[in-house]
């Protein structure tokens, strides 16, 4: 059994589906561990893994951003429901490249309880829901999130950050600037 626990570990859904379907065969029994929580991800049972609690955010957080769209939502909802102990990583997801696992991790953070400070870490929070209210109340905090987004491949995210950054009173390039200074 412990070679097709470690296929478990690889990113290859199909060799993971018949690794699945060898160890039910086998009349394996998941335990609490992240081979179970990837064993329970590949059959779509999000229910069962925030039973395994920490050990299932990894593989949980990998599925948010490489999963198709109802993986993505059944990561959210099991990530939500394990709480605290998936808050920091949820947390590092905020700043990913694609908007889709920034708005996820998002609304994840939301279904946990997360209440956003009122600091850059909100921002960030509020940046990934596309709450431009928001971001324009936080005002200065919300500049290194607001100039992230000058980046991305969205065309309406961009213009709706640099809105935002008028509206605080920002130039791109003092935004430039004071973001480069909080690195």
Partial sequence: IKPLLSALLMFDQRLRQRTV????????????????????????????????????????????????????????????HIGKAAVPALLELLQDADDRVRQAAAETLEIAGWQPPEDETGAWFWAALQDWNQCTQLGITAVRPLFFLLQDTSEEIRQSATWVLGKIGMTLDEAETLSAERF
């Fill in 21 to 80: 379907d060898l160890l039910d065969r086998l009349h394996w029994h998941p335990d609490l561990s992240r081979h179970a929580a990837i064993y329970w991800i590949v059959k779509n049972r999000w229910e069962m893994c925030p039973g395994i609690g920490s050990l299932a955010v990894d593989p949980l957080v990998e599925t948010l951003k490489k999963g198709g769209l109802l993986d993505r939502r059944g990561a959210a909802r099991a990530l939500g």
